[in-house]
């Protein structure tokens, strides 16, 4: 721990993002639930489905595993798991806390935020945390109350 200071941290902060910004541009839209437009019933549950506020765009790393068709009786269902990697100082300036159950858009598909993982430390200093890694499962689009406006 005593070996990274601070400027060392932000200079390895700067290169990531720089990286990620830069070179992999690899864009994801963040859609999170909006609790404040949500109908309830008498038992306090949800009528008609979660609502979502506007995307907004963020880059993130990328790791997907392949697409898997499921062939039921009604027809085909497409599953895949999805592991989406956030730099937190870039979350932090656009003042996003990501959560399970919001919405993340890549590639023309949804994902929903199943898991989330805050502890990836440099040089193990609860101080220097790098990023917030996100595994996700794709949606339907039908079971989502999302508008993309173009």
Not at 2 to 11: E, I, N, P, T
């Amino acid at each position: 721990m005593a070996f990274v200071k601070q400027r060392d941290f932000d200079l390895f902060q700067s290169f990531n993002k720089e990286l990620l910004n830069d070179f992999i541009e690899t864009p994801v839209i963040v859609y999170k639930i909006s609790q404040g437009n949500v109908a309830e019933n008498v038992y306090g549950e949800s009528v008609g489905g979660k609502s979502y506020m506007t995307g907004l765009q963020v880059n993130a790393y990328i790791d997907r595993e392949d697409q898997v068709t499921d062939y039921e009786a009604f027809g085909s269902d497409v599953k895949q798991s999805i592991t989406f990697r956030f730099l937190r100082t870039t979350l932090v300036d656009v003042n996003v806390v990501l959560q399970i159950g919001d919405v993340l858009s890549f590639n023309d598909a949804y994902f929903e935020i199943n898991g989330i993982i805050e502890n990836e430390l440099v040089a193990g200093n609860t101080g220097f945390s790098n990023s917030i890694i996100v595994s996700a499962q794709m949606k339907r689009r039908s079971g989502l109350n999302i508008e993309e406006l173009y």
